[in-house]
């Protein structure tokens, strides 16, 4: 992979936490990578935060920075490059256009199934949809 310039949008990608979600450390910060990937907040060849930087900015285990890292790179997202980073790598998706949209589907029933167990509307979860591409 070829290191690629950093975008104005990657420069400012920070984690977040939300230790009274119930969600494991490590998991909200894949989940926060993966939704700046489908928001194109990152792109290819965007460096990520440094496992230090992050244990240190979120006052976590840099371990957890690591395993959240590690996972991502077996899932191709992720491609670290010693003595240089870890950067978003180039993925390129195989899949056929209708097991795209079997899977989406699913994800959208998915969504909507836990936010209607939570108590949000469906309007209430299409403009937080709506906020997030912000």
Known sequence: MVRGT???????????????????????????LLAALATCQLKAGDQVPTVRQVAVDLAINPNTVVRAYKELEIRGVLATQQGTGTFIAEVSLSRDEVEHKRRLH?????????????GYSLKELMEALKEQRR
């Open 6 to 32: 950093q975008s104005a949008a990657a420069q400012l990608f920070r984690f977040r936490l939300d230790l009274q979600s119930g969600v494991p450390v490590y998991r909200q910060l894949i989940d926060q």
């Open 106 to 118: 699913q994800l959208v029933g998915e969504m909507v199934a836990r936010a209607g167990g939570e």
